[in-house]
């Protein structure tokens, strides 16, 4: 009863600041950060704060950002985003739960799971992981509301769906309903993104889609097909007019980077309603793997210098590099340490791009999941280099994964993800020979020399590997 009280009055008063923000002035806001940084516990917390606050004063990008989510955004998405992500993991059950997990196991379980609950899509993108699945195989329904619940029992609260297009299923819908206090980032292709599903979006709060586009119209329907890049359009107008927070994700080749990072590509983002974006490196890995799509580690270290990091800093909209932040996050987050990925099979990967698993969720726990020799074996050798600018054991410590391969014998969980292993093997080991001769000195000099700042609780410690 007591507890039922309290988180009453917890919603009541977080939905009391959530309207609050909606018609707070920009002292208000203020006033509001400092008695947050002086509330937070962790070092991690009262810098981002503080960080905030300064960003707020000088009228940052940062800043622009913060007012646009507060003053244009529906209500139940604005509260939703603030309880779901920020409260609950900071000072939420999510945070009880995973500091309970933490004391009785000696590691903080990850605090997010991606799960693809179908691989049926209406388009069929060059270059896309998830093309080598069988696309008749969904994971069930009551699997997902099952491992949703033990999710959250376990104190994750941040799920990314993806695909496979969801919003093929429809029968998601009451399940996004039922777990309200779990935000959900769902990755689509947009053209299933009608002003209807954007009504639908906006009445639950708890859904951000992320949109994926490649660049411009011809970029964009040049790997997807034609009249893509104009559906994405309409879904984004749909997505804005009802005040949902959304963002995009972008597979950066070795032919678009220059358009993705473009003053002209970004300003139309956030034109368009974008308040956050992903930049993925294209991976080869899923259909017709080909090493020549990947990005140089040339144009790697230029997205790193003129990409996500600059795009934040010129636009109100929080762009996140996948591989260049990673030394934010201490490095490779796989393998529940931060992250992973449950196939619409039930297999359980170690990374979106690591189609390699000993376990399926339909006959496991979570918590034996998490548990298991070959998750722990790679959480044990993380991260693989000082240098946290090369944080993959796929594209960047190739032998490390076949080391991992080797040791825990994981099965592809689709035909042919042996190629990474196999045929593939020497070209990436070549791409991250050329990749370190570039990043290392990148990572000496704007990280060590420069003295960087790294949130100290971002560094893996290192967890043993299961006996």
Known sequence: MMKSLKR??????????????????????????????????????????????????????????????????????????????????????????????????????????????????????????????????????????????????LGISFVTILGG???????????????????????TNGTLLDEETAKHIARLGNIVPAVSIEGFEEETDGRRGKGTFQAIMRAMDALRQNGVIFGFSAMVTRYNVDTIISDEFNRMLVEKGAYLGWHFLYMPVGRDPDLSLMPTPEQRDLLRRMGAARIRARYPMFVIDFWNDAPYVGGCIAAGRNY??????????????????????????LQEVLESPYFRGIRARQPYSENLLRPCMLIDHPHVFREIYQTYHPYPTHPGAETLVGELAAGLDRYSQEAAAILEEAWRKDFIEAGTNIFPEEAPRKEPAAA
């Open 340 to 365: 992973f990925h449950i196939t619409s099979r039930g297999d359980v990967e170690p990374c979106i791009f690591t189609h390699f698993a000993v376990d399926n969720i339909k006959e496991k726990s």
């Open 165 to 187: 297009e969801p919003f093929i299923r429809e029968d998601l819908w009451p399940i996004y309903e039922k777990h309200r206090d779990t935000l959900f980032q769902i990755y």
């Open 8 to 153: 009453m009055t917890t919603e009541q008063v977080l939905r009391s600041i959530a309207g609050f923000l909606g018609r707070a002035s920009d002292r208000d806001f203020e006033y509001l950060l400092s008695v947050m940084e002086h509330l937070a516990t962790s070092y991690r917390e009262k810098a981002i704060l503080q960080s905030l606050r300064d960003s707020w004063r000088s009228n940052s990008p940062l800043a622009q950002l913060l007012r646009r989510v507060f003053r244009e955004t529906n209500p139940e998405c604005r509260y939703r985003f603030l309880y779901n992500f920020f409260f609950n993991q900071s000072f939420g059950e999510a945070k009880v739960k995973r500091d309970a997990y933490l004391e009785r196991y000696g590691y903080c379980p990850p605090w997010a799971m991606l799960i693809s609950p179908t691989m049926r899509c209406n388009l069929r993108c060059a270059g896309c992981y998830a093309g080598e699945y069988t696309r008749k195989d969904d994971l069930p329904a009551e699997v997902i509301d099952r491992v949703l619940t033990e999710g959250e029992e």
